[in-house]
């Protein structure tokens, strides 16, 4: 490869330098000096480099071998066409020899280099993406055990919340008494006007006490599966009956209008006959509470027939015209002490408009639609105390009894009184 002649001849046209792209320049130019060299002395040492720097740098902008072979390429044709039109053709011919075994060097060493760059850049792939790797597997191992404490805090919380209720309700409910019997007491052996007042604002007052108490117990007999169930044949036309009977006042108070449809044709179902009571009175009470007064309560009943999935059952409604529920709130409502919004939007009334209470309620109906294995959900297009889209409760209950495994089940003999309340007219009591 060496020719000192062309290596003379080669540095003296630099002019070639200026054809080629901007982008190839500066690789044009250190192979003009590398092949001076080597035509020169027969030395790599300067080429080979720069083939290895120009291999890399294509594999890492993604240039392919073909491209970066075009630099060379073009290189040697402009040489063979000018010393072909300069050089007499004994010389040219020795010249050309050389030309064409420096620049199979530069195609076998290109190509070299440019196989060690892929590979170098496939291993530095390979070890990136296993750092990666072992970065996010370690990252989803703190997460994991993060999450674990965070479950582990959470329970022990709901266990903490669930032994408060249970201790509390049970030590208030003897001191509660003793304060009723003493408001009772006072009621009766007081005869002036404004003290028999007093004694009797004691009284209410501890009523309402002794209620959420009552509701307390309720939920931890829930929480801890110690419910128990006296089933028996349910006409629920009588329960909801009954139900409206007791709020015909307040109906009558916050002018809200009541539809039935389709109740009475339910037929009776296995169930525990006061505890539907509760949970339709606190469905409907919910429905005279959340509504702004004058407004329309419906309540309607449907027979559903039996799936794969679902025995036969009897789906009842409580629909109302009030100020609905936002669709983040529809399933949060259900969990104890939960209250939409602000608590500067209720008043604290068990039947005024937005007369909140401690936020039980929906929480014991659940439980006990679900210790009947039965499902209760809530619809509503929103919350809107302006525009009132109201919401629909649907509370879904088996025909034929069958109670949440775990609870203790009672089953009352069916009396003549009871295959009675099984009839489908209502008398005053279920
Ligand atoms: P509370 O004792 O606060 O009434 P509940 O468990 O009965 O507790 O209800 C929980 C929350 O669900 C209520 O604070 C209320 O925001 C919402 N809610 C219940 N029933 C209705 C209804 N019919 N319409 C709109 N919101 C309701």
């Known amino acids: 490869m060496q020719n000192k002649r062309l290596a003379q001849w080669i540095e003296a046209h630099t002019d070639m330098l200026s054809r080629t792209d901007e982008a190839d320049q500066a690789l044009h130019a250190a192979l003009y000096e590398g092949i001076i060299e080597m035509a020169l002395n027969g030395e790599t040492r300067l080429i080979d480099p720069v083939l290895e720097s120009a291999a890399a740098h294509a594999v890492a902008v993604g240039r ?56 170098l850049a ?87 006490m002794g209620a959420i108490i009552e509701d307390m117990l309720d939920l931890s007999a829930i929480d801890t599966n110690r419910l128990s169930l006296f089933l028996e044949l349910v006409n629920l036309n009588k329960v909801i009956g009954l139900i ?19 109740v009475e044709s339910l037929p009776t179902i296995e169930a525990d006959a006061y505890r539907l009571h509760q949970v339709f009175a606190q469905l409907i009470n919910n429905a005279i509470k959340y509504t702004p007064d004058g407004g329309q309560i419906t309540i309607s009943g449907e027979t559903v027939a039996a799936t794969k999935k679902m025995p036969a059952c009897i789906r009842i409604t409580v629909k109302d015209t009030g100020v609905g529920i936002a669709p983040e709130d529809r399933e949060k409502i259900f969990e104890k002490f939960y209250r939409v919004g602000s608590s500067d939007l209720h008043s604290t009334s068990q039947t005024k408009f937005m007369g909140a209470g401690p936020g039980l309620g929906l929480t014991i109906v659940k439980g006990l639609v679900e210790a ?13 105390m302006q525009n009132c889209p109201g919401s629909a409760f649907i509370v879904t209950l088996p025909i034929a009894a069958t109670p949440r495994p775990g609870l203790q089940v009672t089953r009352l003999p069916r009396t003549e009184a009871q295959e009675e309340a099984a009839a489908p007219t209502p008398p005053e009591s279920y």
Do not use: C
């Not at 009977?245 to 108070?253: A, F, G, H, I």
């Open 64 to 119: 392919s071998l073909t491209g970066l072979l075009g630099v060379p390429q073009r290189l040697r044709e402009r040489i063979w066409q000018r010393i072909g039109e300069e050089i007499d053709p004994e010389p040219a011919f020795e010249m050309l020899s050389a030309v064409d075994i420096i620049f199979v060097h530069i195609v076998r060493a290109t190509i070299d280099a440019y196989q060690e760059a892929i590979r």
């Open 122 to 208: 496939t291993a530095a792939k390979a070890t990136e993406i296993s750092r990666l790797y072992a970065e996010s597997e370690r990252k989803v191992m703190e997460y994991t055990a993060e999450v674990a404490r965070a479950n582990r805090e959470l329970a022990r919380l709901e266990q903490a919340k669930t032994d408060f209720i249970s201790i509390a309700a049970h030590e208030l409910k003897t001191p509660l008494t003793l304060i009723q019997g003493y408001a009772n007491i006072l009621h009766d052996i007081l005869t002036e006007e404004r003290a028999i007042n007093l004694a009797d604002g004691i009284r209410r007052g501890s009523e309402r």
């Open 244 to 262: 409206i009977r007791q709020l015909e006042p307040v109906l009558k108070d916050r002018k809200h209008t009541l539809q039935i449809i389709d």
């Open 372 to 384: 009947h294995q039965g499902r209760i959900v809530a619809e509503s297009q929103g919350f809107d």
